[in-house]
Nanobody, 116 residues
């Protein structure tokens, strides 16, 4: 069983920064793909950023230039650095990972609230 635990959410003013962390209970080397997803009020969950085992990254257009995803394999942790936050970035942020055998695992989410 693989567990993912997010942390780092909170309340921040527009223009501020937060760094989210996702700690995995198993070695990060076993994940082919890790991603951060966001579910905003009244909207479906959407991909915000992803990173492959080879550290190729992909970002939603809405966060390009403001968010940075990274992974620390030694700490079994994936990070999402968020700067210049906007009220529309508000939502529950979920960490998701695809295991080498194709299974997907999810964390329980961390709430980010950006005030005006």
């Amino acid at each position: 069983q693989v567990q993912l635990v997010e942390s780092g959410g909170g309340l921040v003013q527009a223009g501020g920064s937060l760094r989210l962390a996702c700690a995995a209970s198993r070695s990060m080397f076993n994940f082919n793909l890790m991603g951060w997803y966001r579910q905003s009020p009244g909207k479906q969950r959407e991909l915000v950023a992803s990173i492959t085992a080879g550290e190729s990254t992909n970002y939603a257009d809405s966060v390009k230039g403001r968010f940075t995803i990274s992974r620390d394999n030694a700490k079994n942790t994936v990070y999402l650095q968020m700067v210049s936050l906007k009220p529309e970035d508000t939502g529950v942020y979920y960490c998701g990972g695809r295991w080498y055998d194709g299974m997907d695992y999810w964390g329980k989410g961390t709430l980010v609230t950006v005030s005006t």
